[in-house]
Nanobody, 124 residues
Framework: QVQLVDTGGGLVQAGGSLRLSCAAS????????MGWFRQAPGKEREFVAA????????YYADSVKGRFTISRDNAKNTVYLQMNGLKPEDTAVYYC?????????????????WGQGTQVTVSS
């Protein structure tokens, strides 16, 4: 069992940056794929980015390529999402998640553990 706490959201202007963090506790073996998803009101949860267990392979949704960077520090049991060039359409609740069976999971059902979510709001 793994517990995830995601933090770092806030209100920023278009073009600004935020860095989200996700701290894991409990059974925190390093061989988990970590992902970020987001969900806007009335919308389905949407894949944003994922990183494999050793941090060497990343995968991004087309909508965030070139702007967002996912990374992890296994020694600290923490995954990050650096978000640059934010746009109003990035506004959503962002969730970190952990998958124990998929290396490049891009669907919510592939993830076993979830953070509580952190709100990101981008104004125009």
């Amino acid at each position: 069992q793994v517990q995830l706490v995601d933090t770092g959201g806030g209100l920023v202007q278009a073009g600004g940056s935020l860095r989200l963090s996700c701290a894991a506790s409990g059974r925190t073996g390093s061989r988990y794929t970590m992902g970020w998803f987001r969900q806007a009101p009335g919308k389905e949860r949407e894949f944003v980015a994922a990183v494999n267990w050793n941090g060497r392979t990343t995968y991004y949704a087309d909508s965030v390529k070139g702007r967002f960077t996912i990374s992890r520090d296994n020694a600290k049991n923490t995954v990050y999402l650096q978000m640059n060039g934010l746009k109003p359409e990035d506004t959503a609740v962002y969730y970190c998640a952990a998958s124990r069976t998929y290396e490049s999971g891009s669907y919510p059902w592939q993830y076993n553990y979830w953070g509580q979510g952190t709100q990101v709001t981008v104004s125009s």
